[in-house]
Structures are given as structure tokens and as C-alpha cells.
């Protein structure tokens, strides 16, 4: 098992940066595909990036592609989202997950262990 614990949420203006940052403890980090996903209250989860193992491939959702950047340092256990140049309707609850399969996983049921998520509010 792998623990998933997310941080780095917060308050930030539109145009501005934002890194949320997600540590790993348990079963070693480096043998998931981990991943990132967001949700509004009242609405499904929805997948935003993905990464592999070793980090050397990433996948985004056409809406984040070229806004955010997902990437992992496995020595530090760690997973991140760069948000870049956010907007408000970026505005969400962001849970990093972990996946045990062996190929691009961007559904909810491909992941087998979730964080508790981190709240992201983007001002205009």
C-alpha cells in the first residue's frame, strides 16, 4: 500500500503559479503510475495529468495541456502539478492518486489509492 498526502493548495490570482505537491509513504513510490485529478462540489472527478513511473512520459487532458505540468522526484517520494497561469474555473479540490496499472490510467477506477485533496481557489 501507498499513502498519498497532498499540500501546496491555496488562494492564488489568475495569471499567477501555483505548485501543489503530493508525498508518498508506504510501498515504494516509484512502482505506481501516478496521476492528478480535480473536482467541483457537485460534480465527478475529473482526470488532469498522468505520469509513469520513471516520469519520463506525461498525458494531459487538452484543457491543461501547456498550462500545467505533472512530475515526480522518486528519490524524494514526491509527485507534483505546476499550475501555470491558472483561471478561475481552475478553481477545484485536487487529489493526487496512484495507480498499479500498466498503462496511461485517466479513469477514477484505474487508481487504487487517493489523497485527501487540497482545495485550489483562483481570484479574477
Known amino acids: 500500500q501507498v499513502q498519498l498526502v497532498e499540500s501546496g493548495g491555496g488562494l492564488v490570482q489568475a495569471g499567477g503559479s501555483l505548485r501543489l505537491s503530493c508525498a508518498a509513504s508506504g510501498r515504494t513510490f516509484s512502482s505506481y503510475r501516478v496521476g492528478w485529478f480535480r473536482q467541483a462540489p457537485g460534480k465527478e472527478r475529473e482526470f488532469v495529468a498522468h505520469?509513469?513511473?520513471?516520469?519520463?512520459?506525461?498525458y494531459y487532458t487538452d484543457s491543461e495541456k501547456g498550462r500545467f505540468t505533472i512530475s515526480r522526484d522518486n528519490a524524494k517520494n514526491t509527485m507534483y502539478l505546476q499550475m501555470s497561469s491558472p483561471k478561475p474555473e481552475d478553481t477545484d479540490v485536487y487529489y493526487c492518486a496512484a495507480s498499479t496499472q500498466y498503462t496511461v490510467v485517466v479513469f477514477i477506477d484505474g487508481y487504487d489509492y487517493w489523497g485527501q485533496g487540497t482545495q485550489v481557489t483562483v481570484s479574477s
Open positions: 505520469i509513469t513511473k520513471s516520469g519520463g512520459t506525461t
